[in-house]
């Protein structure tokens, strides 16, 4: 894998609609986004092939998540107003944690690049019955 910011740049322009936290986003940003994707992605699938263009598209999902307004959700915020300017609630139910921001898109681009096997979003979790 040799993911790259420039590569990076030209994926997310053409193939990904909401791209301006991306767009936003200063070397140091995007390189660090990049490194936490490829880092998350070749973890969770690691038995996998993680094709470069499944790591842009997880990127730019992480920029989105990890912008001003989402950061402060992830960091408990409820909600905030900046009086006469803006006021944000954030919901209770939106997503939380990486593996939440793996799109579709990314698991069809990782079961695409792996003769197309089937990808699922389950998992084991623990229960209280």
Same mark, same amino acid.
């Given at each position: 894998?040799?993911?790259?910011?420039?590569?990076?740049?030209?994926?997310?322009?053409?193939?990904?609609?909401? @791209?301006e936290?991306w767009?936003?986003?200063?070397?140091a940003?995007?390189?660090?986004i990049?490194? !936490? +994707?490829?880092?998350? %992605? *070749?973890?969770?699938?690691?038995?996998?092939?993680?094709?470069?263009n499944?790591?842009?598209?997880?990127? @730019?999902?992480?920029?989105?998540?990890?912008?001003?307004?989402?950061?402060?959700?992830?960091?408990? !915020? +409820?909600?905030?107003? %900046? *009086?006469?300017?803006?006021?944000?609630?954030?919901?209770?139910?939106?997503?939380?944690?990486?593996?939440?921001?793996?799109?579709?898109?990314v698991?069809?681009?990782?079961?695409a690049?792996?003769?197309?096997?089937?990808?699922?979003?389950?998992?084991?979790?623990?229960?209280v019955l």
């Amino acid at each position: 894998m040799a993911v790259n910011i420039t590569d990076a740049d030209l994926y997310i322009t053409k193939w990904c609609v909401d @791209n301006e936290d991306w767009s936003d986003s200063d070397e140091a940003r995007k390189h660090r986004i990049l490194n !936490v +994707a490829s880092r998350h %992605l *070749t973890t969770r699938y690691s038995k996998l092939t993680i094709p470069d263009n499944a790591v842009y598209e997880f990127s @730019n999902e992480l920029s989105i998540a990890f912008n001003d307004s989402n950061r402060l959700q992830q960091q408990g !915020v +409820a909600a905030f107003s %900046l *009086t006469g300017v803006a006021s944000m609630t954030f919901k209770d139910w939106a997503k939380s944690g990486l593996d939440a921001w793996i799109s579709d898109t990314v698991l069809d681009l990782i079961s695409a690049e792996n003769g197309g096997i089937s990808l699922s979003r389950r998992a084991i979790r623990w229960t209280v019955l």
